[in-house]
């Protein structure tokens, strides 16, 4: 996992490592340059070593979750009086395996003499800290010793005039796609001897770097979903894999097409054969909520507790300590009783927290909409790679940018005594479904009232729907056969003489035009999912 954080106290990196990790296998985390504040002592004096609270508290934490941990790099003063960058790295039972001191330091910092290399269960470990990542005498000894990867922590700004940038902001966009495509080039070259996976870590844009954390692989690259802050989780492919999860099209240049391929890579021409390919560009998303969350977001510190070392349990613990390390790995353990619970399946986006539907504006912008169960909104542009425009289903009612309370039927009708506003605050996004064009789409969402549907024309409502439950078919809708022998049960009957309040959800939805749409209700009690065709103009619906 990839943090692309501003520098963070060493509280708030470990909220964020609490956060992030909690319901993940995760082998190695990873943060950028200058990535933590830390208390005074540790630049004033003495070595990184554990008699600091923040190496003492993060080395704790990587032993509870058996990770490894590469505080990108820290201020250390060290014994000679001389300050370094120093990248710091944690293994699996919280020992420090490696402090590697920038060779190529900034200004006013001494230099380091030794490679950053340290070694995991998978082989060696290459670090490469800022600028070094682009210097041929930084690559050669990492290169040497046969890494499977190299990671790269940085933290640099985005070279571009700041005032050119408010101006014009497509500029920005563009220098942003430039800065992955460019180290991108400086990657495929300098591993083109030896293929390993590639892993950077820079912080947000304006916040000290420039938003360009990627995993750069021989036949892909992972791309941060923005520039602000966000965690990435990637899983870099084993290098005996690397040549077989190339996509077809792959093949040997001849030596004309080397010698025209080296007018972009001169160092080309030093190999007698080359093989080039298709790559694919794998640019995943993250919606304005969870990037606020990154930096925001509070967590339970009592995970981070004190608990005994190998050295301190008993020598007899046998099987017990072998199912504790099981636990603390988050991993099965063959031959014990030890097994990870499973993720909940899920079956027509009943675990979804987010529906995703790719839709093209009138003017030809190619955007995803992401809509949270939450009811946020966000309009993700394809091509620039950023949000283009949020929006909350909460302000489509009562006047609120998608219509008036004598348009909306909800309105009319809070109903239930919870009030409108209470109401809309209580709804949880089911469904989301495209319509008959391109720029049109469709919101399902169920409140403790009944269906509220919205009918999108690029980010605008045109139309807003409410189904009461009570309104639906529930007289036609079948029902699951009794088993053989068991009492005759309903849920339509009477609870302290009233009727068992009913109640369904969208699960998939279409929009077959301004007045139809086609959806998959799952109903509460003993029925089975069925499809509804529901009338727009007067809020009924119909078995298909």
Same mark, same amino acid.
């Not at 996509?247 to 097409?257: A, C, F, K, N």
């Not at 603390?328 to 927290?353: F, W």
């Given at each position: 996992i990839v943090?692309?954080?501003?520098?963070?106290?060493y509280v708030q990196a470990i909220e964020l490592l609490l956060r992030e990790t909690k319901e993940l296998i995760v082998d190695i985390a990873v943060l950028p340059e200058n990535a933590v504040e830390h208390p005074?002592?540790?630049?004033?004096?003495?070595e990184l070593n554990k008699d600091n609270v923040a190496i003492m508290l993060i080395s704790r934490f990587a032993r509870q979750k058996r990770m490894y941990i590469v505080l990108g790099s820290l201020e250390e003063k060290g014994q000679d009086g001389r300050i370094y960058d120093t990248c710091v790295v944690f293994d699996r039972s919280g020992e420090i395996i490696m402090r590697y001191r920038k060779q190529t330091p900034d200004l006013g910092k001494a230099a380091?003499?030794?490679?950053?290399?340290?070694?995991?269960?998978?082989?060696?470990?290459?670090?490469?800290?800022?600028?070094?990542?682009?210097?041929?005498?930084?690559?050669?000894?990492i290169i040497a010793a046969s890494p499977w990867l190299v990671l790269n922590p940085v933290n640099a700004p985005l070279r571009m005039d700041s005032a050119l940038a408010k101006a014009h902001p497509e500029l920005q966009v563009s220098a942003w796609h430039q800065g992955f495509q460019r180290m991108q080039s400086i990657v495929e070259s300098k591993?083109?001897?030896?293929?390993?996976?590639?892993?950077?870590?820079?912080?947000?844009?304006r916040m000290g770097g420039a938003g360009t954390s990627m995993l750069v692989e021989p036949h892909r690259s992972v791309l941060a979903p923005g520039w602000g802050p966000a965690a990435i989780v990637a899983e870099p492919t084993p290098s005996a894999e690397l040549t077989?999860?190339?996509?077809?099209?792959?093949?040997?240049?001849?030596?004309?097409?080397?010698i025209k391929a080296a007018n972009h890579d001169r160092d080309l021409l030093k190999y007698e054969e080359v093989e080039m390919g298709p790559r694919y560009l794998v640019?995943?998303?993250?919606?304005?909520?969870?990037?606020?969350?990154?930096?925001?977001k509070k967590v339970d510190w009592s995970d981070v507790r004190e608990q005994p070392t190998l050295a301190e349990e008993p020598k007899d613990s046998g099987k017990d300590h072998e199912q504790q390390?099981?636990?603390? $790995?988050?991993?099965?353990?063959?031959?014990?009783?030890?097994?990870?619970?499973?993720?909940?399946?899920?079956?027509?986006?009943?675990?979804? $927290?987010?529906?995703?539907l790719p839709i093209t504006t009138r003017d030809g912008r190619n955007l995803y909409v992401a809509t949270e169960r939450s009811a946020a909104m966000t309009f993700w542009d394809v091509r620039q790679k950023r949000e283009w425009r949020s929006y909350s289903l909460i302000n489509s009612v009562g006047?609120? $940018?998608?219509g008036t309370k004598d348009s909306d039927p909800l309105a009319r009708d809070p109903g239930g005594g919870l009030g409108l506003d209470n109401l809309w605050r209580l709804l949880t996004v089911t469904a989301t479904g495209l319509g008959p064009l391109p720029f049109q789409f469709i919101v399902a969402a169920s409140t403790p009232l009944g269906i509220i549907l919205r009918i999108f024309d690029e980010a605008t409502v045109l139309q807003g729907i409410s189904l009461p439950f009570e309104s639906l078919p529930w007289d036609r809708w079948e029902k699951f056969p009794e088993p053989e022998g068991s009492l005759d049960s309903s849920d339509d009957e009477l609870e302290d003489g009233q009727p068992a309040k009913l109640s369904a959800h969208i699960r998939a939805i279409f929009l077959v035009d301004s007045t139809t749409a086609l959806a998959v209700a799952e109903p509460s009690g003993d029925r089975p999912e069925a499809a509804l065709l529901l009338n727009l103009e007067t809020g009924t619906s119909e078995f298909m």
């Open positions: 943090f692309q954080a501003p520098k963070l106290t005074p002592q540790v630049t004033d004096q003495g380091g003499t030794v490679p950053g290399l340290f070694s995991t269960e998978l082989g060696p470990v290459g670090v490469l800290l800022g600028i070094e990542a682009e210097e041929e005498i930084r690559w050669a000894p591993t083109r001897a030896h293929p390993c996976c590639f892993l950077r870590a820079d912080a947000p844009l077989i999860r190339r996509p077809p099209g792959w093949r040997e240049l001849d030596v004309d097409e080397i640019w995943t998303m993250q919606t304005p909520s969870s990037s606020h969350e990154i930096l925001t390390e099981a636990s603390n $790995s988050g991993r099965q353990l063959v031959g014990t009783d030890v097994v990870k619970e499973p993720i909940p399946e899920s079956v027509m986006g009943r675990e979804a $927290s987010c529906y995703l006047g609120k $940018s998608g």
